[in-house]
C-alpha cells in the first residue's frame, strides 16, 4: 500500500501489485496492477471516489480519516467491479454515480463477482448508489465537480477538485504508460469529446483507476495515439 498526498487536501491510495491481494494470482499468470483509491478531504465532507474491491480495501482511508467527522460522500467513477465492491462500507452515505452506472451495477453484479471472485479484500456485498447525476453535479462549499465523461464505459463520470486542480478520470486513462488509451466502450467520437473536456480544465495532477499519478500533457498523447 501507498500513500501519497498531493496538493492541500487530496490523498491517494495506490494497492500495488497482485502480491498485495493473493499470492496464489500469480501462479495463474494474472498480470501484476495497481489500484489506485482518492480521498479529498473537504471542509463540509469527505469525498471517497471509487471503494476498491471490499472492505478491505476501505480500511486504510479510515485508518487514515480516523478523528476526521464530516459526512462521507463516494463517487463511483463507472460500474466495473474493482471500482465498487467497498460500496457497502458507506451504507448510511451518499453514493454518488451516473444514473447508468447504478442500472450496470445491478445488472453484472453476479457475473462480476463470479468472474472475478479472487480479487475480493475483505467482504463484499452489493450496494447500490443512491444519488444519480447526469451530465454534472457540483459541491460548491468543498469546490467538488462531478460531470459525465463516457468513454472506457458508457457511464463514466470524472471528478474535478477546483481548489488543488486535481482531476480524477476513473478509467479514461489506460493501465499502463505503455498502454495509455483503454479500453473503450462507446465510440470513439464520444471518447475524444471526453478527453477534449478535460484540456479545457486547469490541471495540476490527473488520477486515475490503475496508472501513475500524470499531468495534463497526457490527454494530447492520447488524443494522438486514438486518431492514428
Known sequence: MKIEKIGSRNVIFTHTGID???????????????????????????????????????????????????????????????????????????????????????????????????????????????MLVGDFLHFPEDKVKIFYTPGHTIDSISVFDELDNVLNVGDNIGDTIDEIVPRITTDKETYLQSIRTYLDLNINACISGHNTILGKEIFDKIIKEIRE
Open 20 to 130: 498485495e491481494w493473493n499470492s496464489n494470482l500469480h501462479e495463474i499468470g494474472i498480470e501484476k496492477w495497481n489500484l489506485n483509491l482518492h480521498l479529498i478531504i473537504g471542509q463540509k465532507c469527505n469525498y471517497i471516489i471509487d471503494t476498491g474491491l471490499g472492505s478491505g480495501s476501505i480500511v486504510p482511508i479510515k485508518e487514515y480519516l480516523n478523528g476526521n467527522k464530516n459526512p462521507i460522500v463516494v463517487i463511483n467513477t463507472h460500474y466495473d467491479w474493482d471500482h465498487v465492491w467497498g460500496n457497502h462500507c458507506f451504507k448510511e452515505s451518499i453514493i454518488i454515480s451516473h444514473r447508468l452506472c447504478r442500472e450496470l451495477l445491478e445488472d453484472s453484479w453476479t457475473e462480476m463477482l463470479n468472474e472475478y471472485k479472487q480479487f475480493i479484500r475483505g467482504e463484499v456485498e452489493l450496494c447500490l448508489p443512491n
